[in-house]
């Protein structure tokens, strides 16, 4: 009863625009009013509420207080995630992933430790601004932007980010001249994990001097961030054109604005929808204004760790005509380079994603499932049930209660004395997929609530800022036209894209259940 009470409420949502608002206004509420309110009581400096803890914003937030729990009976808790029979998902493509992770890379910034520096309290820290932002794009700090724009009075080159022309295509100009980062782009983040690969040019050859350390990661996040890239200076571009008195300083601002607006509406009407299932949900930015939840954004410790999903990345990944291993794509961009814009979207399309789950994580991404266990730990972040409670979710009286799969309830009884001692972490995974969604309930329910709370918060969407007069005649047009990733694709890449040519994060041949 209750999914044909949903279809019928999608149906008439969908037919009827101001029913669909009131819709969206009350879901949203509903989702958001799941967990407390911003702000919280505690974060990562201490294990109780001080004025630090309440100010501090290097350091993570926290939903639920620090919390001493069992060690497991064994020190081999990742191998819960190793993969065994690949499992993929009906539903996702590979374009879910790749925006999952640009996404969380620009405000799930947990601090890597320098050589030499213990883990405490390095990663109970974070380099985040805290907002949705574009920071893989634009930089975190003003220096750091400043390094990446071009900065030109002059006409046709007003307000734009700096490009190189590779093969007719726009891309973000090399971070590196030969084995030496760029002096002008110094100021920007090192790529993570680029000291493993210091002496092999091939990889550092093709690394962009972008505004993120994490958006060199693999060259599906690279094709992200290249497609705001060229967005950014085709909006410059339509800017300047239609404000030739505008300085270089004014089209910069308004075309940024108006990017990270588009950027905020495809992480809702695209991506979120893409997880949820039914009433279709729209980036309505009135839902906010006066909603109890309209808080600065803060993010948490529990936030940062429930966006590992390294399941979602299948053993191979097809680029062109070429296969691909997963650990063949870790900071290399040749891929991309060798494809284009276009055919990488079209191929991340066409690809499933692996399924988020136990046993399903890549042998060549097994590492960052230890490191995240260990944060956790590290922060002392309370049990797997102690997040079900928070989040309204009925608590497990046993193992299987978490998991209908045999081989998941034997794992968690074999590494923990009680159900109560299960690991926020591992719970978050081992939890059965909600019925037509990617996602498991608890770690679905986080998401919503935090998403939600965070995009629809963001300045730029509030009462006295979201109007024509902030982003011009021109770009208010481009924003209300704009609600997926294929829209922005389409107006960048040469030539267009032919209307049965399919990018999207749903598989077109997925149905709902």
């Given at each position: 009863m209750k999914r044909f009470l949903v279809k019928v409420l999608a149906f008439v949502t969908d037919k009827v625009p101001a029913i669909s608002r009131k819709v969206n206004r009350l879901i949203i509420n509903r989702l958001v009013n799941h967990v407390r309110h911003r702000p919280h009581p505690w974060s990562t400096v201490h294990d109780y509420t001080s004025w630090t803890s309440l100010t501090d914003r290097k350091w993570s937030a926290r939903?639920?207080?620090a919390k001493h729990l069992e060690r497991p009976k064994h020190d081999r808790v990742e191998e819960f995630f190793k993969r065994q029979d690949q499992r993929l998902s009906p539903k996702s493509t590979l374009l879910f992933p790749a925006f999952a992770q640009y996404l969380t890379d620009g405000f799930i910034r947990t601090r890597m430790p320098e050589a030499g520096e213990p883990d405490d309290p390095a990663r109970k820290q974070t380099t985040s601004n805290h907002q949705i932002d574009l920071s893989p794009?634009?930089?975190?700090?003003p220096e750091q932007t400043a390094a990446l724009r071009l900065s030109s009075e002059a006409s046709d080159k007003r307000g734009r980010l700096k490009t190189q022309v590779r093969e007719g295509e726009e891309y973000a100009e090399f971070l590196y001249d030969g084995t030496q980062i760029k002096p002008e782009f110094e100021v920007l983040d090192r790529p993570l994990m680029s000291d493993a690969f210091a002496g092999n040019q091939d990889i550092t050859s093709r690394l962009f001097a972008f505004g993120g350390d994490r958006a060199n990661a693999s060259p599906q996040v690279a094709m992200m961030n290249s497609l705001f890239l060229r967005e950014h200076n085709r909006l410059a571009s339509m800017i300047e054109a239609a404000?030739?008195?505008?300085d270089d300083e004014r089209v910069f601002q308004v075309a940024r604005n108006i990017a990270i607006v588009l950027f905020i509406k495809i992480v809702v009407e695209e991506y979120i929808n893409h997880i949820a299932w039914g009433v279709r949900f729209i980036a309505d930015p009135s839902v906010a204004w006066n909603a109890p939840w309209n808080k600065p954004?803060?993010?948490t410790t529990e936030f940062s760790l429930l966006y590992r999903w390294h399941s979602l990345i299948p053993d191979v990944m097809k680029w062109g005509d070429k296969d691909?291993?997963?650990?063949?794509?870790?900071?290399?961009?040749?891929?991309?380079?060798?494809?284009?814009?276009?055919r990488a979207f079209v191929d991340m399309s066409a690809q499933h994603a692996g399924e988020i789950g136990a046993f399903n994580t890549a042998a060549g991404l097994l590492r960052f499932e230890k490191m995240a266990i260990e944060q956790?730990?590290?922060?002392?972040?309370?049990s797997y049930s102690d997040y079900r409670a928070y989040a309204s979710l009925k608590r497990p009286n046993k193992f299987s209660d978490i998991s209908s799969n045999r081989e998941v309830v034997s794992f968690l009884e074999g590494a923990y004395e009680r159900v109560d001692d299960v690991e926020y972490y591992v719970g978050l995974f081992a939890e059965d997929l909600e019925k037509n969604s990617p996602l498991p309930a608890l770690l679905g329910r986080m998401v919503a609530a935090d998403a939600f709370s965070q995009a629809l918060t963001n300045p730029l969407l509030s009462e006295h800022v979201w109007h024509e007069q902030t982003f011009t005649k021109e770009g208010w047009k481009v924003i209300i036209e704009t609600g997926a990733l294929r829209d922005i694709l389409d107006r960048n890449v040469k030539g267009g894209l032919s209307g049965d040519l399919f990018i999207g994060m749903t598989h077109p041949d997925w149905k709902p259940s």
């Open positions: 939903h639920l207080p794009l634009y930089g975190r700090t404000n030739p008195s505008w954004n803060w993010m691909y291993p997963v650990g063949e794509t870790i900071m290399n961009n040749k891929p991309l380079l060798d494809v284009g814009l276009k956790g730990r590290l922060c002392r972040l309370a």
